[in-house]
Nanobody
């Protein structure tokens, strides 16, 4: 599967952005989807993920209550709605697909098989 992330940009602190990640192929609904981010000089970190049927989501503590992940399997798309953005949210954001048979939304990026190219999010203070 190929993943294409978009929607990044420059936003002021307190603002919102919605990232989208479109997947190619017919089996999108079979993948657990995750969002990760990497800030300059820092390691990649898990932001959140959603299971195949949208019945379960998982978030990093740093984004809980501010970010929401959803998916539309009919459109092969997963979304990351980011509200109350802060400068520390500045990073390149990546979507990823877990093609295993697991039912758990993993926070370990090594569990994900496919990655998008990333989209830059910059939050100014």
């Amino acid at each position: 599967v190929q993943l294409q992330a978009s929607g990044g940009g420059l936003v002021q602190a307190g603002g919102s952005l919605r990232l989208s990640c479109v997947a190619s192929g017919r089996t999108f609904s079979s993948y657990i989807m995750g969002w990760f981010r990497q800030a300059p000089g820092k390691e990649r970190e898990f932001v959140g993920g959603i299971n195949r049927s949208s019945g379960n989501t998982r978030y990093a503590d740093s984004v809980k209550g501010r970010f929401t992940i959803s998916r539309d399997n009919a459109k092969n798309t997963v979304y990351l709605q980011m509200n109350k953005l802060a400068p520390e949210d500045t990073a390149v954001y990546y979507c990823a697909a877990d093609g295993s048979r697991s039912v758990i939304v993993e926070s370990d990026g090594t569990r994900y098989d496919y990655w998008g190219q990333g989209t830059q999010v910059t939050v100014s203070s």
